[in-house]
């Protein structure tokens, strides 16, 4: 009854950067040609939406319409849509897959070149927007903007998942458990036996965790300055925890030390190019290595001696953890349907999406792992 319609529904806006988001009556326009609109059921709460609240992004345009780890259901398709239907279950991706692309043909690489991940147009691929709100446009975010009752996006990226998939669980293999969970394994390939350090214990680094563990690590070692991620590091698969707090020295140093020279592989999980030099530096010459996973403020840079590199050390990164997020998106859902992973317990908090902002402060709190919004 809706399709070909401008829907009138609530959204959270952010106008400006550093402060609230605002619960605003949008419209969505319908999707045009290779468009699917999509009402939200379940979306959750990650640090990237927080590092754009706080201004710490450049080249992003206010207004916009953030959120990037959703689940929902498809209320109607553009033209040429054909592998998508009203009422099919989905997951909105932040980064896209057309297939065609030099990165979509990589078999080693998903970074689409659609993606708008560091020019931040704000638009989908025609450029325009589908949002309108007291007559102004609204920027879309990584063609996602999921903290909305609806939303656009475009054909290429949005996975189609198994009917029987639990919304307000799969919401997480929109950002969290994909970008955490591939970086050990598809990113890192830690092998069996060896020995990880994880700096930085949110939903996303207690992903990598989950991911360690899985490919065999024999020694995770989980490093936060929040000692109340303990728990759940080891709930996850961790064996040793540091606080930096605790020491008087560089924690590379720490690291160095109780690991016989260093680790296999160090996952910087905070967005803090400090902890991204640490992490480089507590990884073993000849072999270590190191994936950079935190989202860094724009004007950040790191610098190090390149003997940590001349030495055989590698530092790589990746964005939602090296998965082809068309294609292997649907395929981890229904992994996790026939319970190849477990990771329920990274959701700490569920509120009604309303209560948007005080998802937000339980983040800032350090109280939360995953808040996830009940649309
Ligand atoms: P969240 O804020 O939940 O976790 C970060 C953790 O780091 C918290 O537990 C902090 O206590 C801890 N911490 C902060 N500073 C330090 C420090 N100096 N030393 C040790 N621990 C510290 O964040 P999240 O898990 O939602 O996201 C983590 C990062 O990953 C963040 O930068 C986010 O923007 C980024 C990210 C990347 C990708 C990707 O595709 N690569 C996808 N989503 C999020
Ligand atoms: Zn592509
Ligand atoms: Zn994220």
Not at 17 to 26: A, D, F, G, M, V
Not at 86 to 91: F, L, N, Q, S, T
Request: proline share 5%; charged share 20%.
């Amino acid at each position: 009854a809706t399709a070909g319609k401008v829907i009138k529904c609530k959204a959270a806006v952010c106008w400006a950067p550093k402060q609230p988001l605002s619960i605003e009556e949008i419209e969505v326009a319908p999707p045009k040609a290779h468009e699917v609109r999509i009402k939200i059921v379940a979306t959750g709460i990650c640090r990237s939406d927080d590092h754009v609240i706080e201004g710490e992004i450049s080249g992003i345009k206010y207004p916009l319409i953030l959120g990037h780890e959703a689940a929902g259901i498809v209320e109607s398709v553009g033209e040429g849509v054909t592998d998508m239907k009203p009422g099919d279950k989905v997951i909105p991706l932040g980064i896209p897959q057309c297939g065609k692309c030099k990165c979509c043909l990589n078999p080693y690489s998903n970074l689409c070149y659609k993606n708008d991940l560091e020019k931040y147009s704000g638009m989908l691929l025609d450029n325009t927007s589908r949002f309108t709100c007291k007559g102004k446009p609204v920027h879309h975010f990584i063609g996602t903007s999921t903290f909305s009752e609806y939303t656009v996006v475009d054909d290429i990226a949005v996975a189609k998942i198994h009917q029987d998939a639990p919304l307000d669980k799969v919401c997480l293999f929109g950002c969290s458990f994909s970008t955490g969970y591939g970086s050990a394994v598809n990113t890192a390939k830690v092998k069996p036996g060896s020995t990880c350090a994880v700096f930085g214990l949110g939903g996303v680094g207690l992903s990598v965790i989950i991911g360690c563990k899985a490919a065999g690590a024999s020694r995770i070692i989980a490093v936060d300055l929040n000692s109340d991620k303990f728990a759940k590091a080891k709930e996850f698969g961790a064996t040793d925890f540091i606080n930096p707090k605790d020491y008087d020295r560089p924690i590379d140093e720490v690291l160095t030390e109780m690991t016989e020279d260093g680790v296999d592989y160090a996952f910087e999980v905070i967005g803090n190019t400090g902890v991204m030099t640490s992490a480089l530096k507590s990884t073993h010459f000849g072999y270590g290595k190191t994936v950079i996973i935190g989202l860094a403020p724009s004007t950040a840079t790191i610098s190090f001696d390149p003997m940590l590199i001349l030495t055989g050390r590698v530092l790589t990164g990746a964005i939602l953890g090296g998965f082809k997020p068309k294609d292997d998106i649907p395929k981890l859902v229904s992994d996790y349907l026939n319970k190849k992973f477990e990771f329920d317990g990274l959701v700490t908090h569920r509120l009604p999406f309303m209560k948007i902002n005080e998802g937000f402060e339980l983040l800032h709190k350090g109280d939360s792992i995953r808040t996830v919004l009940t649309v």
